[in-house]
């Protein structure tokens, strides 16, 4: 397809766009540009842009550094398909050398019914990726500084619990106790931040080993009985087999995201209600999973439990503690087991949650 077929119209419409465009046949070449596009890559004019490939132009790698060619390229499969690709992240160079980060979105130019050309359009988000990663270490920084402290402040307010230095009247028992459980809720916070900078800066590597989950869930219940002491409630193990369920995983993952799991059945149960725990395998896999009775999750807010943060407005109004990150950090470290985290719930009735793993 020539560049004459392409209005003046059309022309003018991208000229006025703040985003780079590049108008590519189907062999790859820019047969038209802007002049956002000439400017973000540091060239002087459209014809050092316009009659060249695309993909030797950019020089494109993608976040896992991978080489773009005509195999993986956005607007191939947009050409392809005939439907729009969104929000791909990649790496372009400019004239000078220099990379930059940018996000693509490719869609089909369509006439007589057949796909004549793609529009990419592309906007440059270097700064917001510099902004990211700034994020990113400072997280891992201030939290990583606030562990030693709390630690110490979490061992000298339990020993002082024990009354071992003295003893305490009831009102300052009742102080410290309070202090004790503000001080583990930090704890729990910092832990899921330094989990979180891990886990995004991808430096999460799992100890794959032969675990028991019978042995891991008993762990996780042992930790958690005085809380649900607290909550009146009573945790059984439905149908528990004879033998092991063994599993490969990292031990101290699937301890973190089964006590995740168990911490907010207790929760946001009723009282006096039942928390049901089930290990059955199926084919390959073993599937664990833990039930309550109790204020379930909105449907309107199924989508967001996985997120950073997110607490649903029930969660917040029946318990004030809580993060939002331990079922967000859960999932992601499941994915990195090659794990499966999903729920099924009915607010005001049962919320059920499931990990499938691999079996050994």
């Known amino acids: 397809m020539k560049k004459n077929l392409l209005t003046k119209e059309m022309q003018i419409f991208i000229d006025s766009l703040g985003d780079g465009v590049a ?46 060619d005509k ?85 000298t307010t339990e020993y002082l619990l024990t009354q071992k230095p003295g003893p305490l009247n009831v009102k300052q028992a009742e102080f410290i106790s309070d202090i004790y459980e503000s001080l583990q809720a930090m704890n729990r916070m910092v832990n899921n931040l330094l989990s979180i900078s891990r886990l995004e800066n991808k ?20 930790d958690l009985a005085n809380y649900a002491r607290v909550q009146q409630v009573e945790i059984e193990i439905k149908n528990e087999d004879k033998f092991e369920h063994l599993v490969k995983f990292d031990q101290d993952h699937l301890h973190y995201i089964l006590q995740n799991i168990l911490e907010n059945a207790i929760r946001y149960s009723s009282q006096n209600k039942k928390i049901i725990l089930e290990i059955r395998a199926d084919k390959n896999d073993t599937i664990f999973s833990c039930t309550n009775e109790g204020i379930g999750i909105p449907k309107d807010k199924k989508e967001f439990v996985f997120a950073k943060f997110f607490r649903a407005k029930n969660a917040e109004e029946a318990q004030n503690e809580g993060t939002g990150l331990g079922m967000y950090t859960s999932r992601e470290l499941a994915n990195v087991n090659k794990a499966k985290l999903w729920f099924d719930s009915e607010e005001n009735k049962q919320t059920t949650f499931y990990l499938q793993l691999k079996s050994f």
């Open 23 to 68: 108008v590519v046949n189907k062999g790859g070449t820019i047969i038209m540009s802007n002049h956002a596009l000439v400017d973000m890559l540091g060239y002087q004019d459209k014809d050092s842009v316009e009659g060249h490939p695309i993909l030797k132009l950019l020089g494109a790698i993608d976040e896992r550094g991978q080489v773009i």
């Open 71 to 155: 195999k993986n390229a956005a607007f191939v499969r947009t050409i392809r398909y005939r439907k729009q690709i969104s929000n791909e992240k990649r790496q372009f160079i400019k004239q000078s050398g220099a990379r930059f980060w940018a996000s693509i979105t490719t869609s089909p130019m369509i006439r007589d019914q057949k796909v004549i050309a793609a529009v990419v359009m592309i906007r440059d988000i270097s700064e917001e990726r510099q902004q990211e990663a700034y994020y990113k270490d400072f997280t891992h920084t201030a939290s990583h500084n606030l562990r030693s402290p709390l630690g110490n402040l979490l061992w």
């Open 203 to 222: 430096k999460v590597h799992p100890n794959l080993q032969k675990v028991s989950v019978e042995l891991t869930v008993h762990s996780v219940i042992k």
